[in-house]
């Protein structure tokens, strides 16, 4: 199994940005997704996770501005990012737990995508 994420850039402060994460692979079901992010220098934080059954936790830092939703057919996490400030400015992964067919739950990391927010 993978984790593909896509739409990272560079936008200006007060702006939007949607990042999206597919898995692919052999499995059987996926559990919760989720988004971390690391600045430089900083170690890497949840930003929102959500559950198999759509249930969803934000940091405090975000709440309000950042919205989480799963396409379960796609297997796809979609983060919508809305009025982005500067200390959002990090690198974000995308986090799955899998369930293959080994029987095993296993926690899977996306390559990551630069999110920059500079006027």
């Known amino acids: 199994a993978q984790l593909v994420e896509s739409g990272g850039g560079l936008v200006q402060p007060g702006g939007s940005l949607r990042l999206s994460c597919a898995a692919s692979g052999s499995f059987l079901r996926i559990g919760t997704m989720g988004w971390y992010r690391q600045a430089p220098g900083m170690q890497r934080e949840v930003v929102a996770t959500i559950s198999s059954g759509g249930s969803t936790n934000f940091a405090d830092s975000v709440k309000g501005r950042f919205t989480l939703s799963r396409d379960n057919a796609k297997n796809t996490v979609y983060l919508q990012m809305n009025s982005l400030k500067p200390e959002d400015t990090a690198v974000y992964y995308c986090?799955?737990?899998?369930?293959?067919?080994?029987?095993?739950?296993?926690?899977?990391w996306g390559q990551g995508t630069q999110v920059t927010v500079s006027s």
């Open positions: 986090n799955a737990e899998i369930f293959r067919y080994n029987g095993i739950w296993s926690a899977y």
